[in-house]
């Protein structure tokens, strides 16, 4: 989990997503003009509702006050989740979430003048949820999508070839 920004010439945008570390699959994503917690709140609802995962989940980010607010953790508690932070001012703790943000500005953003926070809002949507999860291939998943990366696995997974843990 953490959160970016996105320039445009109405402010800023802020891009905040929940990453699968499993697959590099963006499970959830919220986007305002106003750094908050209900951004972070937004983006992790998202994700629990979308993959409902077991108590236990193991959930990092940084220190920031977003994640640290009560509303936040109380979210965490309640759905049993394992808590985790990097340690202050140490970005190589949430390296693959810095570097989905790399290849977002990268790829779709540096190369786009955003005159509106809407504009930037499709954009962005647009390569989360048709381009970076559906098909952009990463070497860390054998040269697959984070959506067929996770297809193969419940497909292993259903035909007994992998085990699931208990």
Known sequence: ????????????????????????RIVGWAMSARLTVELALDALTMALEQRNPPAGLLHHSDRSSQYTAAAYQLL???RQCQISMSGTGNC??????????????TE????????T???ARTDIFFDIEAFY?????HSTLGCLSPAAFEAQYHARTQSGLILRPL
């Open 1 to 24: 989990m953490d959160i970016t920004y996105v320039v445009t010439r109405e402010g800023w945008l802020y891009v905040a997503v929940v990453i699968n570390l499993f697959s590099r």
């Open 76 to 78: 965490l508690k309640n």
């Open 92 to 105: 190589y703790d949430n390296a693959p979430t810095e570097s989905f943000f790399g290849s977002l500005k």
């Open 108 to 115: 779709w953003v540096y190369p786009t003048r955003y005159q």
């Open 117 to 119: 926070r809407a504009e």
């Open 133 to 137: 999860s559906t098909r952009r291939l």
